[in-house]
């Protein structure tokens, strides 16, 4: 079979280049100590950045809307799956944010896709930070229209491309804190790059919201950026929130045209109400409990200190995502598997993910670490050097 030999040829290379991805199981809930393939191990590899995803609280309020909604939402929102706690999580998104309306998607793999292929057609360009996630490159990949990358969180050269470009609509794409570097976006220079021009500018903060701004109101609130400044405001709940799904937040205009046309909106079924029940409650504490920020910047700043006294090359992050920059794959998996045998799981992020020559370890922190648990992580990695 043609397709199997093809496959059959991509899982050879993948090993040759010791990029072959497996899977880990895991037999415990999120949180700092789990279960790995059997194994207890300390952990920093999650996106719970505040400790949320197994909250007493969290996990009865999800319980609780099981209890009176079920398991599943049966359909799509746009047929009978539009429950009130989804409406409800809406109201508080929007509230939250500071915008006029959110609206929720499942995945924000599909908020991405369904809002920049909706924002943006054929004739159009879609202009992309370099180290954008794939989720917003295929976006802008299946919305037809011309993608044009600009330099990493470089505002000058985005506006020279801007300028160059006679393009209808003009949407500008970027993280508000990257993914796999965990830097903040520029974003005072983007507002004002794209206001200048025209543009649209497009903020995913899947790793801000809850992190960043007093409230954790995200990269928004870190830099007191209005609804105006950022029209396009995507966010994610599976992360620091702890749940699972996403949003856009935006004009009435924005959201009544994702709900007509978002195919990744319109075509699937809606998330379960527990689920959304489960994320109020969550917002309500990320909201409320400042500690967990302030214990995250203590832990990050504890961290950056020792592994920098290390030798080890950190990049510029003020946020829980700290990158140890390897360079080849094989040093990365090196490292990686020495921590597993001391009993700590880290990932190894390889290319395609990020950049050829940047393989890294990428360590992620939550406000449930301990100090003691961060010096364990600097000890193995002095014992790795
Ligand atoms: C995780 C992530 C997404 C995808 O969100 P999911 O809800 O996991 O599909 C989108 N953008 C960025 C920057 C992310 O890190």
Redesign the pocket.
């Known amino acids: 079979m043609r397709h199997e030999v093809r496959l059959a040829a991509l899982l050879e290379a993948r090993r040759q280049e010791r990029r072959y991805r497996t899977r880990r199981v895991i037999d415990s809930p999120s949180g700092p100590e789990r279960v790995v393939d059997g194994r207890p191990c300390l952990t920093f590899c999650s996106n719970d950045y505040l400790g949320l995803a197994n909250h007493p609280q969290v996990v009865a309020a999800f319980r609780r809307g099981a209890d009176e909604y079920g398991c599943g939402s049966g359909a799509a929102h746009l047929i009978c799956g539009h429950q009130r706690p989804h409406h409800a999580l809406e109201e508080e998104l929007a509230e939250f944010t500071g915008r006029s309306r959110a609206l929720l998607f499942s995945?924000?793999?599909m908020a991405?896709l369904g809002t920049i292929s909706t924002l943006a057609q054929r004739g159009d360009v879609v202009f992309e930070d370099r180290l954008n996630?794939a989720?917003?490159l295929d976006g802008g990949l299946l919305s037809g229209a011309r993608l044009q990358r600009y330099r990493h969180n470089d505002a000058l050269d985005l506006a020279g491309k801007l300028e160059a470009s006679r393009a209808d609509v003009r949407l500008v794409v970027t993280?508000g804190v990257f993914?796999m570097d965990g830097d903040i976006a520029d974003l005072p220079a983007l507002v004002q790059t794209t206001q200048a021009r025209e543009a649209c500018l497009m903020v995913?903060d899947?790793?801000g919201l809850g992190v960043l701004g007093e409230r954790g109101g995200g990269v928004v609130e870190h830099f007191a950026l209005s609804q105006q400044q950022v029209p396009v405001l995507m966010g994610?709940l599976?992360?620091a929130l702890g749940s699972f799904?996403?949003f856009v937040a935006g004009s009435e205009v924005l959201i009544e045209g994702l709900i007509q046309s978002a195919r990744s909106y319109i075509y699937t079924t809606a998330m379960p109400a527990a689920n959304a029940e489960a994320t109020r409650a969550s917002l309500r504490i990320a909201r409320a409990e400042t500690w967990r920020r302030e214990k995250l910047r203590a832990l990050i700043a504890q961290f950056r200190a020792g592994a920098e006294q290390l030798g080890y090359q950190l990049l510029q992050s003020e946020t829980p995502i700290q990158p140890i920059l390897l360079g080849d794959c094989e040093r990365a998996n090196r490292l990686s598997v020495g921590l597993l045998e001391a009993g700590l799981l880290v990932s190894a992020i390889r290319p395609p993910t990020v950049p050829e020559g940047s393989a890294r370890l990428r360590v992620t922190l939550s406000a449930l670490h301990s100090e003691a648990q961060v010096n364990r992580l600097l000890a193995a990695l002095e014992g790795l050097r």
Do not use: M, P
Request: charged fraction near 20%.
């Open positions: 995945t924000g793999y991405n996630h989720s917003l993280d993914s995913d899947a790793h994610t599976g992360k799904g996403a």
